[in-house]
């Protein structure tokens, strides 16, 4: 019996469904008592320093906590609440952490990275622990701005380090109290395994002083990411199929494209070694989500068998219902977070929001985007952004962000720049994808997810044109999407950019490249790959 501080924000699914799978029955904290009485206790991080930090006060969860660590029981914490060990975080100024340990958790600095750090990095072990008993140096799945200082935390607490421009604290450990930065849950079958190690331990009473190992000459490095993306609709039979357009027209002979059935495709793609998989409801910007069961019950059946992280987009708006009951854009992203999804994806709204800004000058503190960052954190909020090449003969031409490019318009134009577009490409904006990024960064998105109306679906590879120019303009990751037609592709958008993921579709659907194929490919290449 495990029993899961569960304390209402973000995916909390998906540490419930990996303790199931590996064959052992969860309960929920009902109340401080039962953090002194569990006999094991997980406490997975979601969301902000603050509103975790919150959360366990107003629960009366925080001496509780503090005791059960002074008493070295069982204790395993993922994430943010690793991070709650200490004294505070630059992330919420003021808030107080549980101070176990010493210092203030910082964000990172290294300006050349992109923040946050998403992806699959290694752990340098700095001594021996059952929990990492069988660690084979796997690359393990991150999700963060801020880390805790290897100075910070002496030898009878630091258990691994990892590098991300500067070494930080990856993994705590003292007695029977275990930390990590980084999400077990979501880190595959090797993070299944520390998972098993930590519920099958048999904890010791006393506090056993581990071996130090040698100190390490080495780095680890962060895998580019490979995303299998599911375009998501419901057909005119009704029935909620996988689907693929070209330039976003899904339709062949009037009928919309059936590829497959979401839950197997993405667990097809699991096994494939996918480093995470995308769920675009493309069709949600018209349908109401709260009422959309059936993509709920697509992310909870896929959270059951699935352990890389999950995004969901489609629809991720404030609504009102026939009804005239109002749903912010945060109840239907909680909504999605409950049923399994690690990051939403917002698209047409993200446009909107911009749009407001740039007129107003000043944020609203409304937009979906600024909600769902504040009470999930930035790594939380991936925004979609589907662009088209508008030519133009000369940059003065336009007001917007051009770049000159090798691939002229069909009247000799050598510059263009990108038109954002809503409701999945049917309606262009007076917004480029260059003033959409970088004001979505501002307003708090951790993650941008590019797309190219002109190469989607088209096999020729990536728009690295597009993908250059966005990079450069922010400092959060960025996602290459669209126009992959083999495993080659992904080599050469990662040689020719600087962007952190590339994502695919068609190619993965019709099963012409397999995951394992795009890896293979980058390893010959030395590009860091999981
Ligand atoms: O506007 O917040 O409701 O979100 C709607 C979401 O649905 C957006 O993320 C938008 O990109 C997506 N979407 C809407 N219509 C379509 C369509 O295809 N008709 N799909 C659509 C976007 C693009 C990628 C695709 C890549 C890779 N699909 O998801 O997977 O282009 O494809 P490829 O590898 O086959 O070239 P909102």
Redesign the pocket.
Known sequence: MITLLDYGAGNVRSVRNAITRLGYTVRDVQGPQDILTAEKLIFPGVGSFGSVMQRLHRDGLVEPLIERIRLNKPFLGICVALQALFEGSEESPGVAGLSILPGQVKRFTDRNLSVPQIGWNGIILHKESPILKDYQEQKLYFVHSYRASVTDVGPDWLLSTTDYGEAFVSGVEKGNVTAFQFHPEKSGEAGLNILKNYLDSQGSDTITVRQSLPVQDKRTHIAKRIIA???V?TNDQGDLVV????????RNDGEVRNLGKPVELARRYYEEGADEI?F???????DF?MKDQPMLEVLQRTSENVFVPLTI?????EFTDSDGKHYSALDVAAEYFRSGADKI???????YAVEEFLQTGKRSGKSAIEQISMVYGAQAVVI???PRRVYVHAPEDTDHNTIKTTTPGPQGENYCWYQCT?????EGRDIDAVQLAKTCELLGAGEI?L???D?????SGFDHELIRQVRGAVSIPVIA?????SAQHFVDVFKATDVEAA???????RQEVPVSEVKEAMRRNNIETR
């Open positions: 993306c599911l375009d609709r689907t693929k357009g070209d330039q976003y027209d899904v995308t675009l409801n493309i069709t949600g910007f018209r989500p987009g489609g629809g991720i708006r994806s917002i698209g047409s709204d993200a446009v979609s952004v589907d809503v409701k999945g490409g049917r997810l797309n190219c109306i190469k989607d679906g088209t096999n999407s669209s126009g992959a037609g994502l695919a579709a068609g190619i993965f659907h």
